[in-house]
Each structure stands twice: as C-alpha cells, then as structure tokens.
C-alpha cells in the first residue's frame, strides 16, 4: 500500500485544493484574455455606435464641443464685431451661449466616457493616459471660463474695475481652454489609433477615417483663430 504521507510520497492535495491552484495559476491568464476582448468590444470601429454610454458617442460630443463649439465662440466675440461689423452686445450674447454648449457638451461627453471606463474596463483605469490628463484640464478650465465670463462681464452689478482686472485673467484660461481642447481632440484621435495598431483593416473603416478628419479640422480652425487674433482692432 502506498502511504499518502511518507517521505517518498508526501501528502497529495484534495480536489478542492488542486482546482483553486490550477484556477489560481491560470487566472492572470484569464484575466488578461477577458480584459483584451473587452477592449476589442469597447474599441470595435466595424461594430461601433454612438448611443449612451457608448465609446463612439465620446468623440462625437468632444469633437463638437471643442472642435467646433469652443473655436466658433472665440471666433464670434472678435471676428463678428471687427470682421462683420456686429454690435459688441450680439456679439458678446453669441460669444457666451457658443461657449455654453460647448461646455454643456463636453461635460455630457465626459459622463459618458466615464460610464463606459466603469462599465467596461473598471474603476482603475480612469485617466490613464495623456489624452485624458489634458481632456480634464480643458473640461475644467471651459467651466472656469464660462462661470467667470458670466458672473464677472455679464451681470450688471460688476463694476467697471472688475472687468478690467479680470480681463487678462480670462483671455489666458480661454487660451487654455481653446487650445487645449484642440490638442486634447488630436491626443484622442493618437490613442485610438494606438488601440487599433494590431487590427490595419480598422483604418480603412469610415469611423476612423471621420476622425481623421476632425484632426485636419482642428488645424484649420486653429489657423482661422490666429488670423482672428491677428485682425486690427476697428
């Protein structure tokens, strides 16, 4: 008879035992099995929707509100009045309510990828990546812009000497807001073509090409803001 517990056959471990160690070894493996199909659901361009709390609805949103909305706002307050002759106060009305949206949109646009991070990849992969660092700060800093915009040259109770002060102050955070949400649109479109690096047939697909577009937009549109800045004042 074979003893279970000698020195030449030491003690053999139970079923239990050796199936919680043969799931624990494989684990890691699993794990990042499950995490990679994940990622290909979440990521998929051939398969892609922009519903709510969907990866495609992200760049739709983001794309609108500082690829378009935010530059077309700083467009509006100097280029309606020094370019097409508009009063200072339409101007100014049409300068905060561009920038309402695109602040508007951003934060629908910031909810959304968050719900998708949470859902689909978990808690610990919240801001990751340059791309979401940069994004965060423009979001912030657009929310900053319009909150003090609105309180300090919109209410009537702000005095003169306030406005002047703060002037400075705004044009600096609306740069940082304008142009890094340009910057940030570019660094989304860099990270989405990182995920697909071992997929090639994904660049052919009409949602990667869009977003190549929306990057040559951003260039433009940075190009028409600094022969705006550039125009001699009426």
């Not at 869009?210 to 009426?234: N, R, S």
Request: hydrophobic share 50%; proline share 6%; charged share 10%.
């Amino acid at each position: 008879r074979i003893l279970r517990n000698s020195p030449k056959h030491p003690a053999l471990p139970s079923g239990r035992a050796t199936h919680g160690a043969v799931r624990h070894s494989r684990s890691p493996q699993l794990t990042t099995a499950h995490h990679r199909n994940r990622l290909h659901e979440i990521y998929n361009v051939h398969s892609m929707t922009t519903g709510w709390a969907s990866f495609g609805l992200h760049p739709v949103l983001m794309t609108l509100a500082f690829g378009l909305f935010m530059p077309l706002s700083a467009l509006s307050y100097r280029g309606l009045e020094r370019l097409l002759g508009v009063s200072h106060a339409a101007a100014k009305a049409t300068h905060g309510t561009l920038m309402l949206v695109a602040v508007i949109l951003g934060v629908l646009g910031f909810i959304d990828m968050w719900i998708v991070h949470q859902n689909g990849k978990g808690s610990g992969f919240h801001f990751i990546s340059v791309h979401s660092w940069v994004g965060i700060l423009v979001l912030v800093a657009a929310a900053l812009q319009y909150l003090s915009g609105l309180s300090v040259f919109s209410l009537p109770a702000s005095p003169p000497s306030l406005r002047k002060a703060w002037l400075p102050a705004h044009v600096a955070l609306g740069s940082l807001a304008l142009f890094g949400g340009l910057a940030a649109i570019a660094l989304g479109i860099l990270s989405f073509d990182y995920k697909h690096g071992l997929d090639p047939p994904a660049y052919a697909t009409p949602a990667v090409t869009e977003f190549k577009f929306a990057g040559m937009m951003c260039c433009l549109l940075g190009g028409a803001l600094a022969m705006v800045f550039a125009a001699p004042k009426a």
